[in-house]
């Protein structure tokens, strides 16, 4: 079957870092995503990784190891408004671009 | 820009009533979609469409129907609503090729 697995909730300290794992079992790769989701409001896009390594981006950065079925996002610097749900997807091969989607991990930041 | 648009933002329905949720793009994308996302979990895959007139189920896809006659608008039709259909739902679009795909803002849905 397909499945991907993230932590539910984290909490973590304004200024801090943070790590949200995600891994996944699907039938086929073909990218892996993340999105950042606020309380109400659709998701946006945050990175893609196909290969693996770390792609950094700001004070966001990912990180994929396919053998392993693993990626984290890694986000420094934390601030208030990084209060949000993070969700990790896996597109697979010939898939018409659908992303199989992670229940998301939401991340409280606290003063 | 517009992105892709969804009306209306909320609604109220009672059981066995039906309805369409409208969703738009105006990026020439090729890929349509559509999700629900219920309380605390993910994006569940509705229906899809690859382009004008071809459209197909997705992981969900009893009591929805869809249509995409032109590239722009992919309408979602709920035919007898039930209960288990109150949720946020979700129209996005991609452009084959592309990384990201584009959400709506969506549509919070209540079915009573």
């Known amino acids: 079957g397909q499945n991907i697995d993230q932590p539910t909730e984290m909490t973590a300290t304004e200024g801090a870092i943070v790590q949200i794992n995600c891994t996944y079992q699907?039938?086929?790769?073909?990218?892996l995503f993340w999105y950042q989701q606020h309380a109400g409001e659709a998701p946006t896009f945050l990175s893609y990784?196909?290969l693996d390594g770390l792609e950094e981006k700001g004070r966001f950065s990912s990180f994929l190891s396919r053998s392993k079925g693993y990626s984290y996002l890694l986000l420094k610097e934390l601030q208030m408004k990084d209060s949000a749900s993070y969700l990790c997807?896996?597109?697979?091969?010939?898939?018409?671009?659908?992303?199989?989607w992670g229940a998301g991990t939401k991340l409280i930041i606290k003063p | 820009n517009a992105g892709v648009t969804q009306t209306p933002k909320f609604r109220i329905l009672k059981i066995g009533q039906s309805m369409t949720l409208q969703c738009t793009q105006d990026?020439?994308?090729?890929?349509m979609y559509w999700y629900r996302q219920d309380p605390g979990m993910g994006l569940k895959l509705i229906y899809y469409?690859?382009?004008?007139?071809?459209?197909d189920k997705g992981e969900v896809p009893n009591g929805y129907n869809v249509s995409r006659s032109t590239t722009e608008d992919f309408p979602l039709r709920l035919e007898l609503a039930a209960p288990s259909q109150t949720s946020v739902y979700f129209c996005?679009?991609?452009?084959?090729?592309?990384?990201?795909?584009?959400f709506g803002p969506g549509t919070r849905l209540l079915v009573l």
């Open positions: 996005a679009s991609i452009q084959g090729g592309s990384e990201t795909q584009y």
């Open positions: 990026m020439n994308h090729n890929y």
């Open positions: 469409s690859v382009g004008a007139g071809i459209t």
């Open positions: 699907t039938s086929g790769f073909n990218g």
């Open positions: 990784n196909v």
């Open positions: 997807a896996v597109r697979g091969v010939d898939s018409n671009y659908q992303l199989i």
